[in-house]
């Protein structure tokens, strides 16, 4: 088989696995969700959550319905509306915060293609010596520890508020708080 021929099957493999592996992500948030103690309502307004609440949800209804209804939803794009900020779509909350979610993302791809890059191209031109071994070996240790302390440590959204704060755009402006939703 050529190496053309390889890539393509490669691509058409994962492609087909997809739906398979976002319906298995899916369940498995559904079914991690449900086996948490106390249930949506309870976590809207406690142990006191009125059945009125319950039944509104769809809680009071067999499992199995409860996921129909769940994966209906979400074929739909309707995510419902936040439970902690006062009845605003989770859809609008999503779009409200994703121009700084792709800043963020955009400038930590830059960061890490040029160390990357920067640490092949040393490889490459100097293979079996201490650099080629040593840099793969550095840069794989840094992020294995970077995310077992700090990705394990900290919650994402004050690792990417840091992130957004400290950084500098060198192309045109400085990272702008005003863009970020309250």
């Not at 240790?141 to 994402?156: K, Q, T, Y």
């Amino acid at each position: 088989m050529s190496r053309s021929k390889a890539i393509q099957y490669y691509i058409a493999a994962r492609l087909l696995l997809a739906p398979l592996m976002v319906w298995t992500i899916v369940t498995l948030v559904f079914l991690l969700l449900r086996a948490t103690p106390g249930d949506p309502a309870d976590a809207i307004l406690g142990n006191r959550a009125p059945e009125a609440l319950r039944e509104s949800l769809g809680l009071n209804k067999p499992l199995w319905l409860q996921y129909l209804a769940y994966l209906g939803q979400l074929l739909s794009l309707n995510l419902g509306t936040s439970v902690t900020s006062q009845g605003q779509s989770v859809w609008e909350i999503i779009t409200q915060h994703f121009p700084a979610t792709a800043e963020l993302t955009f400038y930590s791809m830059v960061v890490a293609m040029a160390i990357g890059v920067t640490i092949g191209i040393l490889s490459a031109s100097r293979p079996n010596t201490a650099i080629d071994v040593g840099g793969a070996t550095v840069w794989h240790h840094h992020l294995f520890f970077a995310h077992i302390l700090g990705g394990n440590a900290l919650s994402v959204n004050f690792c990417g508020t840091v992130a957004l704060v400290s950084s500098r755009n060198p192309f045109s402006h400085q990272s702008n708080p005003s863009q970020w939703p309250d």
